[in-house]
């Protein structure tokens, strides 16, 4: 009798505990199913492997308190839709104190030459339930997308272009392309910017290619002040032909001024000499005899008779 009370009392007291940690596993359950969603993120519930919610309000989980299963019933992504991120992108990027192979590390611009070129590309979480359901590794997806971009788009352009005051264009071409790469792809994800970090020639050409630059640069000056010089001579060719074209349409109105008073008073004589031949010839012919002895600086009369005459310095 005595060891059935025994019995019944451990019974009862191993019953008890059981209760009690059954109740305690109980609270725990409940009690992790408790997820505090923070400022900046939002979350996304997978019940057994399916998006929990029927509409996009459902589906993503504000910050706040929210309640969830367990995680063998329950997987809760948490999303940082809040914050801007950033990423190196170095596919076609060779260091300089590397070699450049032919596996990659470089890009083949349009006019075929070569160039390596590193970028930072910042991006957004725009639609948290794409990211969650379709993306594991958002840097590999990002970096693919990218690195394609840069590929193609360098076949687009030459490498002077790329090199110099094409880089801005370059860079918003590479951000299109990849963004259109990540928007087939569903990844939830918007491209802000993309900058270029560095873009430059292979170590192992980039003597040459700097001296052929710096020969470009110097047969472009050169080609420059000989169009600057050309121009200064046109200029004063232009200027001294002005003038001649002047002078000489000054000299024309002179002489033809000259001439018309000439003819003027050709015409004026002319009938006066058909009225009175005698008087006119008589007129002019004083007229001229006295211009000519004007001009003279010694007369000289020579009486009739004398045919001899004597000049006395």
């Given at each position: 009798m005595k060891q059935k009370t025994?019995?019944?009392d451990v019974l009862e007291t191993v019953t008890k505990y059981f209760l009690i940690l059954v109740i305690l596993v109980v609270i725990g359950i409940f009690l992790s199913g408790l997820r505090v969603v923070e400022t900046g993120n939002?979350?996304?519930?997978?019940?057994?492997g399916k998006l929990v919610g029927d509409n996009y309000e459902e589906q993503v989980q504000e910050p706040g308190l929210m309640f969830a299963f367990p995680y063998i019933i329950d997987?809760?992504?948490m999303v940082p839709t809040g914050r801007v991120m950033e990423q190196k992108v170095t596919t076609y990027y060779t260091d300089p104190n590397e070699a450049t192979t032919l596996d990659g590390g470089y890009v083949i611009t349009g006019d075929q030459n070569i160039a390596v070129v590193a970028a930072s590309v910042k991006y957004v979480i725009?639609?948290?339930?794409?990211?969650a359901l379709y993306v594991k590794d958002i840097s590999a997806v990002i970096n693919t997308s990218v690195s394609t971009a840069m590929l193609n788009e360098a076949a687009r352009v030459n490498v002077d272009n790329l090199?110099?005051?094409g880089k801005d264009a370059y860079a918003k071409s590479v951000l299109k392309r990849a963004q259109e790469k990540l928007a087939v792809m569903g990844a939830g994800v918007t491209l802000t910017t993309v900058e270029l970090t560095n873009v430059s020639m292979p170590e192992e050409v980039r003597d040459v290619y700097e001296?052929?630059?710096?020969?470009?640069v110097q047969a472009t000056t050169t080609v420059e002040r000989a169009n600057q010089y050309?121009?200064?001579?046109?200029?004063?060719?232009?200027?001294?032909?002005?003038t001649l074209v002047a002078e000489a349409n000054a000299e024309f109105s002179r002489k033809i001024a000259v001439a018309n008073t000439e003819l003027a008073?050709?015409?004026g004589v002319l009938d006066e000499y058909e009225q009175r031949p005698d008087v006119v010839k008589t007129r002019i012919y004083s007229a001229k005899s006295i211009a000519f002895m004007q001009k003279l600086k010694k007369v000289y009369v020579v009486q009739d008779g004398d045919n001899k005459i004597f000049i006395n310095p």
């Open positions: 025994l019995f019944a939002v979350a996304v519930v997978l019940r057994f997987e809760v992504i725009s639609d948290p339930v794409a990211y090199l110099t005051d001296a052929v630059n710096s020969a470009t050309k121009a200064g001579l046109l200029l004063a060719a232009d200027s001294e032909a002005t008073e050709f015409w």
